[in-house]
T-cell receptor
Framework: AQSVSQHNHHVILSEAASLELGCNYSYGGTVNLFWYVQYPGQHLQLLLKYFSGDPLVKGIKGFEAEFIKSKFSFNLRKPSVQWSDTAEYFC??????????????FGTGTRLLVSP | DAGVIQSPRHEVTEMGQEVTLRCKPISGHDYLFWYRQTMMRGLELLIYFNNNVPIDDSGMPEDRFSAKMPNASFSTLKIQPSEPRDSAVYFCASKGRGANYGYTFGSGTRLTVV
């Protein structure tokens, strides 16, 4: 079965520190990749997505992610975090099927706390 | 576009009662998904529909759970009878095609079964 792994469950950073959150998936075929953010008490919002092309994807709020196919990874990065980035971050993978891409499978999430 | 609309936002019910959660997807999106989020299990896909037809309900935990999509603009997730372990946030999401490809999530329904 396909799985999505986020190895860091909790991350604590000071403002202006750099951020990298890991994401690995187990499926070897064609995939679409997503990062979502969930602020406290809110719904999931899309940060960025990768379908094809340049493996370095830029998203909203200064986030970016790099797809490394050989490592089955899609790590999220931000050079300088802000207190407002405190949230939970989810990596998600959509697998290609004969009938097209269908369901989205989420990782377990990483809770980021940024201290001012 | 108002996005994916879920109702109610919060629901508190007693064990054994029937609970119905509602979702209105984005117009033109032909996929609809129901997810459940808990601290212990994270985000779990319960069921999804394509063009109103259930495609994969393997994530539905028990026969107490049922979902319907009678038309392209409305879906329900029903729990009967409800149990305390059903307490969670239930998200609905819809997906579009082509230039609109991507998943959009609703604000969720926070269900508490006491």
């Amino acid at each position: 079965a396909q799985s999505v792994s986020q190895h860091n469950h909790h991350v604590i950073l000071s403002e202006a520190a750099s951020l990298e959150l890991g994401c690995n998936y187990s499926y070897g075929g064609t995939v679409n990749l997503f990062w979502y953010v969930q602020y406290p008490g809110q719904h999931l919002q899309l940060l960025l997505k990768y379908f094809s092309g340049d493996p370095l994807v830029k998203g909203i709020k200064g986030f970016e992610a790099e797809f490394i196919k050989s490592k089955f990874s899609f790590n999220l990065r931000k050079p300088s975090v802000q207190w407002s980035d405190t949230a939970e971050y989810f990596c998600a993978v959509e697998r290609a099927r004969d009938t097209g891409f269908q369901k989205l499978v989420f990782g377990t999430g990483t809770r980021l706390l940024v201290s001012p | 576009d108002a996005g994916v609309i879920q109702s109610p936002r919060h629901e508190v019910t007693e064990m054994g009662q029937e609970v119905t959660l509602r979702c209105k997807p984005i117009s033109g999106h032909d996929y609809l998904f129901w997810y459940r989020q808990t601290m212990m299990r994270g985000l779990e896909l319960l069921i999804y529909f394509n063009n109103n037809v259930p495609i994969d309900d393997s994530g539905m935990p028990e026969d107490r759970f049922s979902a319907k999509m009678p038309n392209a603009s409305f879906s329900t997730l029903k729990i009967q009878p409800s149990e305390p372990r059903d307490s969670a946030v239930y998200f609905c999401a819809s997906k579009g095609r082509g230039a609109n490809y991507g998943y959009t999530f609703g604000s969720g329904t926070r269900l508490t079964v006491v």
